[in-house]
């Protein structure tokens, strides 16, 4: 029963921040986007993202060998 309330009370709070941002104009972005630096942004999230993955998936194959191994 408290799990329900809690989830109900979640929802309803997620659900209000949603309406505060109805109206809200973004100027950077506006700004960015229109100087065509938004991309260089996005590009380099994805480069970044990228190599965490990377480094994620090399630590995961070095653990995957050393618990082989024992």
């Given at each position: 029963?408290?799990?329900?309330?809690l989830?109900?009370?979640?929802l309803?709070?997620s659900f209000?921040?949603?309406f505060?941002?109805?109206?809200a104009?973004?100027?950077?972005?506006d700004?960015?986007?229109?100087?065509?630096?938004?991309?260089v942004?996005?590009a380099?999230l994805?480069?970044?993202f990228?190599g965490l993955?990377?480094?994620?998936?090399?630590?995961?194959?070095?653990?995957?060998?050393v618990?082989?191994?024992?």
């Open positions: 029963m408290m799990k329900k309330i989830s109900l009370i979640v309803l709070l209000t921040a949603v505060a941002q109805n109206g104009d973004i100027e950077m972005a700004t960015l986007r229109s100087s065509g630096k938004i991309y942004v996005v380099t994805a480069i970044i990228v993955a990377i480094y994620l998936f090399a630590i995961d194959k070095r653990l995957k060998k618990e082989n191994e024992k």
